[in-house]
């Protein structure tokens, strides 16, 4: 059956980890924020599949819009480069994205859209060096692998595409140093970098906006997870009021339905890359601008609107983020809570008092994130919440919930970690 074919996942090392917080179980059912297992019980998930279901999961608007695609007979010119719903997609998106972005291209994923950005950036500037940041992530195919700043990803796959260097988030000075060669075709950079979620200084974006105009690079947001919403505006580059020349997009965009990613992007860089009479075909793959995943992601962009999930965002992050801070002083061990919207991340670090001290060396020592697998596992095991270990440092809780939390969710959450916080400490 199914489920023995679940089973045979349980030897894969991710699920192993998966296992500790819940995710490895066979949930029945899943709506909006909850997923409930065989015996209906109901669980909390603060992860919403890495960001994927904003709108929460199985949402009845994207439901019926996609099987009211299903049902209208659309001629699906799949291919063919002409598609009603991914007009009407690329409209509703470059509505809601900085103003010096007009034109969309579709694809299917988030690597693709990292992919495709690379190749735009260097066929538009004509040049070939491609900057990213440490700690950062882009995905995992072979173009968006050389920009992953963690080198435990390469390991084994290379060698890499060349000329592709990284720098430290949120280091204006280094940046400058790697731009002033003036032969670099792109700067890709995270407004928020997922890993760790490591909010940048506010001077930051606007500087690397100014940067990069100078010296003729191109500046690409990876809004991939930070986009949608996630962070309590549309794009979290509104956060600084700054215009890259691409945003690139996916995860939450077709409500977790269906494969899609995006590019939006000035009409300079399209027309470089598409206006050419020598070639048909520039860029671009089978499935792009499906009408399947065109339908979910104009019907999310609804429920984002007609939910206020983005003001909600804003609002229960705040709120969130407060109270987990207000009560740090308390507990040696809570540095802090930090974030932006529902992008959230709880931060534990080594206590001073030397018992503590001991213990946080001792769990270190057997396993990375051990101490923070204290904090994630009672709140599944007891309090029905699922959360993630995350961070360079593996010293993070994460949060990535759907957008749609309520008054009874932020307690619920902020009870469970009150709670399980506590417990740690004794
Ligand atoms: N960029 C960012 C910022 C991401 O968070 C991710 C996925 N976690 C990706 C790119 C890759 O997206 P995908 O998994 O859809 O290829």
Known sequence: SKFDLHEQYLNNQMVRVLRTIGYDRNYKRALGQYLYDQEGNEYLDLLSGFGVFAVGRNHPTVISALQETLTLELPNLVQMDVS???????????????????????????????????????????????????????????????????????????????????????????????LSSKDVAAFIVEPIQGKGVNVPDDNYFPEVERLCKKYGTLFVADEVQTGIGRTGKFWAVEHWQVKPD???????????????????????????VFNRMDRAVVHGSTFSKNNMAMAAGLATLEVLRTENLIQNA?????????????????????????????????????????????????????????????????????????????????????????????????????????????????
């Not at 997009?249 to 470089?272: E, H, Q």
């Not at 308390?330 to 709880?346: C, N, P, S, T």
């Not at 503590?356 to 923070?372: D, P, R, S, V």
């Not at 993070?396 to 619920?412: A, E, I, Q």
């Open 84 to 178: 009603l719903l991914s007009g009407l997609l690329a409209k509703e998106i470059l509505a809601t994205t900085p103003d010096n972005l007009d034109k969309m291209f579709f694809c299917n994923s988030g690597t693709e859209a990292v992919e495709a950005a690379i190749k735009f950036a260097r066929y538009t500037t004509k040049r070939t060096k491609i900057l990213y940041c440490e700690h950062g992530y882009h995905g995992l195919t072979m173009g968006s692998l050389a920009l992953n700043g963690e080198e435990i990803f390469r390991e084994g796959f290379g060698p890499m595409l060349p000329d592709c260097a990284a720098i430290p988030f949120n280091d204006l000075v280094a940046l400058e140093q790697a």
């Open 246 to 272: 691409m945003i690139l997009m996916a995860k939450a965009l077709s409500g977790g339905f269906v494969p899609v990613g995006g590019v939006a992007m000035t009409s300079k860089i399209m027309d470089t």
């Open 314 to 426: 804003a609002k229960v992050g705040e709120d969130i983020i407060g109270t987990i801070n207000a009560s740090a002083g308390q507990y040696e061990f809570l540095k802090e809570a930090r974030g932006k919207g529902l992008m959230i991340a709880i931060e534990f670090q080594s206590p001073k008092s030397l018992s503590l001290k001991a213990a946080w060396a001792m769990l270190e020592a057997a396993n990375k994130g051990l101490f923070c697998q204290m904090i994630t596992i009672p709140l599944f095991k007891e309090h029905r919440v699922l959360s993630q270990v995350a961070g360079h440092g593996m010293n993070v809780v994460k949060l990535l919930p759907p957008l749609n939390l309520t008054p009874k969710d932020r307690d619920w959450v902020i009870g469970a970690l009150d709670k399980t916080i506590a417990d740690t400490h004794q």
